[in-house]
C-alpha cells in the first residue's frame, strides 16, 4: 500500500511564508510526476505546481514567482515553498504524485493540509 503524507500547513498573515512536505512511502518502485493540488471552499481544486521526475516544473499563473516547488528522489518527497502569501492562497492544499508500484503508475493523494492566509 501507498500512503502520501502531508505537513506544514497552518496560519499565516499576509506576506508571509510556509513550506509544505510531502512524503510518499509504501512499495514504491518510481515516481513519475510530483505535485500540488488546492482547493478553496466553494471552488474547484486546481494545480497549483508540479515537477517530474527529472525536474522540469510547471506553475499556475497566480502563484509563479512566489511559490518553488522541490523534490528529494531519495526521500520521495515534494515540497512547496510559499512566499509572499496572500488571502487568496487560502485554501486545503494536497499533494499527488504518479506512483509505480509494478508496472502501470497509478495518481495517489494525500489527505490535505490547510493552509490560512491572514490579511
Known amino acids: 500500500q501507498v500512503q502520501l503524507v502531508e505537513s506544514g500547513g497552518g496560519l499565516v498573515q499576509a506576506g508571509g511564508s510556509l513550506r509544505l512536505s510531502c512524503a510518499a512511502s509504501?512499495?514504491?518502485?518510481?515516481?513519475?510526476?510530483m505535485g500540488w493540488y488546492r482547493q478553496a471552499p466553494g471552488k474547484q481544486r486546481e494545480l497549483v505546481a508540479a515537477?517530474?521526475?527529472?525536474?522540469?516544473?510547471n506553475y499556475a499563473d497566480s502563484v509563479k514567482g512566489r511559490f518553488t516547488i522541490s523534490r528529494d528522489n531519495a526521500k520521495n518527497t515534494v515540497y512547496l515553498q510559499m512566499n509572499s502569501l496572500k488571502p487568496e492562497d487560502t485554501a486545503i492544499y494536497y499533494c499527488?504524485?504518479?506512483?509505480?508500484?509494478?508496472?502501470?503508475?497509478?495518481?495517489?493523494w494525500g489527505q490535505g493540509t490547510q493552509v490560512t492566509v491572514s490579511s
Open positions: 515537477v517530474t521526475s527529472r525536474g522540469s516544473t
Open positions: 509504501g512499495s514504491i518502485r518510481s515516481i513519475n510526476t
Open positions: 499527488n504524485a504518479d506512483i509505480v508500484q509494478w508496472i502501470e503508475s497509478r495518481m495517489y
